[in-house]
């Protein structure tokens, strides 16, 4: 049931019910339609709102299950697992009466993406793989450590930096909303190419950044550790992977793995952003995706 609208692709606010769970989302913009599955997990949808591809597009950007507006598991804060994310997304491409559409994945959400288009490639007419990687796991916090350890020295005699470096000490001790969203806002400047530089430009959206807690266990509390590094070459669904210069999450070693792994996969650089270049290089952000767009769809 639409909470605003009789039509599913109507812009604003809508719900629909899937698998028993309230499935909320956000519709902006006009042609061919992409689904945009925010990161975290947990983070709040708002911040991957992007007003200029929604000139050539027309983006649903889906809050999760388990987050913001959506229904929780009954196993909540557990339970939200790659394959649980996916078929909310197939149940949503059902209700809108699409066979599929473009996917787009930031952080987490690329992990999402990824999951989705290799099992269930005739549902995606292409992904976006954004500031992601093709695994998690214990190699992944350590290339995260390291680039961490670059950000600080880059901003060294900073006064703030020590208060990011603590919400980065912070991460793996998140056990409630309040925490998610503290730390959130604490590690922005990390996640940024030049935070301080644009502070009054950024600042705002720092502050606005929410999120739920997801424990990363699935129903059974086991952690779901990914590695799609050998399936990845099966990929038959056209990819663009975007990674940012000095994204220090999810850096260019993954960008540049997910483009060698992937077979035909093109590779757009922001040399100017860190974790969010939609927010920091907005235009060849969405040039990046108009123009594969178009070249998939001929």
């Not at 099966?234 to 540049?256: E, K």
């Not at 590779?267 to 060849?284: K, Q, R, T």
Request: negative net charge; charged residues 20%; aromatic residues 8%.
């Amino acid at each position: 049931m639409d909470t605003r609208t009789t039509d599913s692709l109507t812009s604003g606010v809508h719900t629909v019910e899937i698998d028993g769970i309230a499935q909320r989302y956000h519709v902006h913009g006009t042609g061919p339609v992409c689904l945009a599955h925010p990161g975290g997990p947990g983070i709040f949808w708002e911040y991957l709102r992007e007003p200029a591809l929604e000139r050539h597009l027309t983006m649903v950007y889906v809050e999760p299950i388990g987050t913001g507006g959506s229904g929780r598991l009954p196993s909540h804060p557990n339970g939200y697992t790659r394959a649980r994310y996916t078929r909310a997304l197939l149940g949503l491409l059902d209700h809108l009466g699409l066979p599929k559409a473009y996917l787009l994945g930031h952080s987490h959400g690329g992990f999402v993406a990824q999951y989705c288009a290799l099992r269930h490639p005739n549902r995606v007419a292409g992904v976006i793989l954004y500031e992601s990687a093709p695994l998690t796991g214990p190699e992944h916090i350590a290339e995260a450590m390291t680039l961490m350890e670059d950000f600080a020295r880059r901003n060294a005699g900073n006064p703030e930096l020590p208060e990011v470096l603590a919400a980065a000490q912070a991460m793996g001790a998140i056990s409630s909303d309040e925490q998610v969203t503290a730390v959130a806002r604490g590690i922005f400047p990390a996640y940024m190419a030049d935070y301080w530089g644009r502070k009054e430009e950024f600042a705002p959206l720092r502050a606005a950044v929410s999120g739920t807690y997801i424990s990363g266990l699935d129903e059974h509390l086991v952690p779901e550790v990914i590695d799609d590094r050998e399936d990845l070459g099966s990929m038959v669904v056209p990819t663009l992977v975007i990674a940012g210069r000095y994204d220090v999450i999810c850096g260019m070693r993954w960008g540049r793995d997910l483009h060698k792994l992937i077979p035909g996969a093109r590779l757009a650089v922001l040399e100017h952003s860190g974790h969010f270049g939609h927010i920091e290089e907005p235009d060849a952000f969405t040039s990046a995706v108009v123009d594969f767009i178009a070249e998939s769809s001929m």
